[in-house]
């Protein structure tokens, strides 16, 4: 435990952010794995569940929780295998 009084206030400041960070964290990462889950179940609704993967990552990004570079990364990789399927189901029809 901290004795000097601005690390104290630190410590404070520190835990309110990280409760606070968490909840923007946990909703992009449940997002991302919804995305992947209907990737690999081929669902209809993925681009839907990619649209709000997207979303939650933007909006991590805005807080600052996740660097605005690697939420740019994640949502490269997500909408280019969105394009990969679309031009699947295309050549297939």
Do not use: Y
């Not at 606070?20 to 681009?47: I, Q, V, Y």
Request: proline share 1%; glycine share 4%; net charge positive.
């Amino acid at each position: 435990m901290a004795n000097i009084q601005s690390q104290i206030k630190r410590n404070r400041q520190n835990e309110k952010r990280r409760l606070r960070n968490r909840t923007f964290r946990g909703s992009a990462r449940t997002a991302l794995s919804g995305a992947r889950a209907a990737f690999a179940k081929n669902d209809p609704e993925t681009k839907e569940a990619v649209m709000l993967a997207i979303s939650a990552l933007d909006k991590a990004a805005e807080k600052g929780v996740l660097h605005k570079n690697n939420a740019s990364r994640r949502k490269g990789r997500l909408m280019k295998r969105l394009a990969a399927l679309f031009t699947k189901t295309a050549e297939t029809k």
